[in-house]
T-cell receptor, first 111, second 112 residues
Framework: NAGVTQTPKFQVLKTGQSMTLQCAQD?????MSWYRQDPGMGLRLIHY???????DQGEVPNGYNVSRSTTEDFPLRLLSAAPSQTSVYFC??????????FGPGTRLTVL | DQQVKQNSPSLSVQEGRISILNCDYT??????FLWYKKYPAEGPTFLIS?????DKNEDGRFTVFLNKSAKHLSLHIVPSQPGDSAVYFC???????????FGAGTQVVVTP
């Protein structure tokens, strides 16, 4: 099993550009989520999904969209990047009551 | 308004000694608590957890303590090893789907 994979590992965007951070898991987990990690802030939940076709907002959803068309994939879209979205992004998946597994992260810089 | 606080951003400890990491929270509804370990350029990995019905859980060198009345969670690592050098996050949740709230993390450095 590859576990949770994320692409790209690094990305530099200009303000106003759009992009999609990819996340995939091969563990057949129902629950997937996106976090961002900022210095002194820990990890903050952006969006989460409890199954294909079901998504909801987390703590810091503004500026981000998600969709869940399959169990395996949970992409995160930035429609118009802003410098405040410079961060490290982690995708995670888990079964209900199970261990949460994180991907290796995407380091995003918005100029 | 941070509900979960790790007030020590860093901790230096000698190899073989005990590392004690602390985490305070404000929401009394949290009922499941975890510690994650994170190396640079990697995602966090699960370390140990405890539910609110317990006050202690051990797994090898790692012990987690929960004091619900004080709203305080701690992690003890005994003995500390150089490979324990990492950032440690506490996390907690109020629901079975696990919308976790994380602390800001504590950087642990274990010196020879």
């Amino acid at each position: 099993n590859a576990g949770v994979t994320q692409t790209p590992k690094f990305q530099v965007l200009k303000t106003g550009q759009s992009m999609t951070l990819q996340c995939a898991q091969d563990m057949n987990h129902e629950y997937m989520s996106w976090y961002r990690q900022d210095p002194g802030m820990g990890l903050r939940l952006i969006h989460y999904s409890v199954g294909a076709g079901i998504t909801d907002q987390g703590e810091v959803p503004n500026g981000y969209n998600v969709s869940r068309s399959t169990t395996e994939d949970f992409p995160l879209r930035l429609l118009s990047a802003a410098p405040s979205q410079t961060s490290v992004y982690f995708c995670a998946s888990r079964e209900v009551g199970g261990t949460q597994y994180f991907g290796p992260g995407t380091r995003l810089t918005v100029l | 308004d941070q509900q979960v606080k790790q007030n020590s951003p860093s901790l230096s400890v000698q190899e073989g000694r005990i590392s004690i990491l602390n985490c305070d929270y404000t929401n009394s509804m949290f009922d499941y608590f975890l510690w994650y370990k994170k190396y640079p350029a990697e995602g966090p990995t699960f370390l140990i957890s405890i539910s609110s019905i317990k006050d202690k859980n051990e797994d090898g060198r790692f012990t987690v303590f929960l004091n619900k009345s004080a709203k305080h969670l701690s992690l003890h690592i005994v003995p500390s090893q150089p490979g324990d050098s990492a950032v440690y996050f506490c996390a907690m949740t109020t629901d079975s789907w696990g919308k976790f709230q994380f602390g800001a993390g504590t950087q642990v450095v274990v010196t020879p």
